[in-house]
């Protein structure tokens, strides 16, 4: 069965402060590992799709990186706004469903 | 501009009560997701439909779910006899269909079961 494990499950920064949230995961022949960004009662955001290890992808301040067991969303000096939860997910095998980890809820302190 | 529509916002209902929900995608797409998330939970897969047919389904997706695409465009979700563990957050989706695309989700429906 696809698994999915996300840490810290909360996170707490001061602005400015860089930081590293994990994600991993166990899979049969993944497709894409994707990074969302959620704010309360919103839905997923898009951030990223990853498809093989050594891949990264980066916008503005976030860069995620992906091997063959996990994946890394690297914040690199946060700002308030970019508080939320960010939810990690896979597509793996022949199925078209996303399997989502827990989430990390990330907190940036003026 | 949402990619996708998702009406309403909040529903409450009785136990034993059938709820419909309503998605509208801004643009043309074949394939179409329900997900559910309950309060302090995962976002779960419920359903994934493609060209006027449920593709894939989860063990979640029970006798009491329906979808269906009625005129083309609405994209619906039918709970025939809510549960108070029905409760949760609904999203649409939709995506390309293809290996490895993202998906677009809709601001949801919070269904409250009383």
């Known amino acids: 069965e696809d698994q999915v494990t996300q840490s810290p499950e909360a996170l707490r920064l001061q602005e400015g402060e860089s930081s590293s949230l994990n994600c991993s995961y166990t899979?049969?022949?993944?497709?894409?590992l994707f990074w969302y960004r959620q704010d309360p009662g919103k839905g997923p955001e898009f951030l990223f799709t990853l498809y093989s290890a050594g891949e990264e992808k980066e916008k503005e301040r976030l860069k995620a990186t992906l091997t063959k067991k996990e994946s890394f969303l690297h914040i690199t000096a946060p700002k308030p706004e970019d508080s939320a939860t960010y939810l990690c997910?896979?597509?793996?095998?022949?199925?078209?469903?996303?399997?989502f980890g827990q989430g990390t809820r990330l907190t940036i302190n003026p | 501009e949402p990619e996708v529509t998702q009406t309403p916002s909040h529903q409450v209902t009785q136990m034993g009560q059938e709820v419909i929900l309503r998605c509208v995608p801004i643009s043309n797409h074949l394939y179409f997701y329900w997900y559910r998330q309950i309060l302090g939970q995962k976002v779960e897969f419920l359903v994934s439909f493609y060209n006027n047919e449920i593709s894939e389904k989860s063990e979640i997706f029970d006798d009491q779910f329906s979808v269906e695409r009625p005129d083309g465009s609405n994209f619906t979700l039918k709970i025939r006899s809510t549960k108070l563990e029905d409760s949760a957050m609904y999203f649409c989706a939709r995506g390309g269909g293809g290996s490895g695309e993202k998906l677009f989700f809709g601001s949801g429906t919070q269904l409250s079961v009383l």
């Open positions: 899979v049969s022949g993944l497709r894409g």
């Open positions: 997910a896979v597509q793996a095998g022949g199925a078209q469903k996303l399997v």
